[in-house]
């Protein structure tokens, strides 16, 4: 009963193990270490920066291309988004400074509400 792998626990508290023993870098090693992957760091975080730059000159061409384009069109859009009066006349206009402006017969008058 000596040789039950249940009573085994006591065995190899006092012998060598089996296990392979870690090596402990020397400090010369963990600097080497330590400064190889700062340098692998920086690059990687340089290439990500001039990626984000590229990509930030991108779209301040982008906007200012739709900048150009909206203010070509809102400088034209006036004339062009006139529609003809089919009758030919008109009876009120209503201004902004919610003054109207009525028309009879050839005439204007003015009336602030």
């Known amino acids: 009963w ?3 792998h249940g009573n085994q626990f006591n065995r190899d508290q006092g012998g060598p193990s089996n296990r392979p023993q870690q090596q402990v870098p020397s400090p010369y ?3 080497i270490k330590l400064e190889e992957t700062l340098a692998q760091f920086m690059q990687v975080s340089m290439s ?3 990626s984000m730059e590229s990509s930030i ?9 739709l900048a150009k384009q909206l203010a070509d069109r809102s400088s034209g ?6 529609e003809k009066n089919s009758k ?3 009876k009120a206009v209503m201004a902004r400074s ?3 402006i009525q028309v009879d017969e050839g005439r204007a008058e003015e009336k602030v509400e």
């Open 2 to 4: 000596q040789n039950h």
């Open 29 to 31: 090693e963990r600097t």
């Open 48 to 50: 990500n920066q001039k």
């Open 57 to 65: 000159k991108n779209l301040e061409v982008q906007v200012g291309q």
């Open 77 to 82: 859009s006036f004339t062009r988004n006139i």
């Open 88 to 90: 030919e006349e008109c």
């Open 98 to 100: 919610r003054m109207e």
